[in-house]
């Protein structure tokens, strides 16, 4: 589905992707680990097209997408959940949600959608008319994901979902990217808490410095040494 080859990406004379080579096959759910300042957000950034690669190539679906403008690349059907969640505060949920599907004219479309999401995240539909900022982290969190998923997302970029939340709204969190995923959306996850992105993913790359030092199943990763010592409190 998606297919990362040889990516670079700069920040000016910062060398942040040093030729990414990653795949994302349809219905799973792949997960990005690395300590922070490893390039994980940036893949991200650079895939959706806010940030310009400096060399290599994107696919999706065999198009290459490398550097298309992100409005064009979320009609491709790949939508983000960006890390810091990042809603608009003043804005009510619906409203929040409605922006969405900007690029969609099909009000039967987005209705539908609106029910799909509110299905997830029962309480969003509670708080439809309260203005975001008002949210708990949580519910913002919900918000922020329930936003990607307006555009009816084939791949789902997801960055840093538990960041800054409470261990119970941890485990509801990746509960729900579960069954996002059992609706048939595969899902590209970075988490800061390796071990729950281990524990739902089928296949896991490790991202050091800018390069893929290791790659494969996930549960496989999780019992390597290294991977434990480095990124699972374990040694």
Do not use: W
């Given at each position: ?14 060398h942040?992707l ?71 505060p ?32 029962p ?19 919900m ?17 840093e ?15 729900l ?10 899902i ?22 800018g ?25």
């Open positions: 589905m998606l297919s990362v080859k040889g990516l670079h990406t700069h920040y000016g004379k910062i942040a040093k030729g990414v080579d990653l795949e994302i096959r349809e219905s799973e759910i792949v997960t990005l680990i690395g300590s922070n300042g490893a390039g994980k957000s940036t893949l991200l950034n650079t895939i959706i097209g806010i940030i310009p690669s400096s060399g290599g190539k994107v696919f999706f679906n065999e198009e290459e997408i490398t550097n298309m403008p992100p409005h064009a690349i979320v009609k491709k059907r790949i939508c983000m959940s960006p890390e810091g969640r990042e809603v608009f003043q804005l009510t949920v619906q409203e929040n949600l409605r922006l969405g599907a900007y690029a969609i004219k099909d009000k039967k479309f987005i209705k539908g959608s609106f029910e799909n999401v509110y299905s997830l995240f309480r969003l539909k509670e708080r439809t008319k309260q203005t975001a900022g008002t949210l708990s982290g949580g519910e913002q969190q918000l922020a994901i329930g936003r990607a998923l307006m555009s009816d997302p084939k791949l789902l970029l997801l960055d979902p538990s960041l800054g939340l409470a261990p119970n709204l941890v485990l509801m969190i990746f509960k990217i579960a069954d996002i995923n059992k609706q048939g959306v595969t590209l996850l970075i988490e800061q808490n390796a071990n729950m992105a281990l524990s739902i993913a089928d296949r896991a790359y490790v991202l050091e410095t390069t893929i030092v290791l790659s494969g199943d996930a549960k496989e990763l999780s019992k390597n040494d290294a991977v434990r010592k480095a990124y699972l409190g374990n040694t």
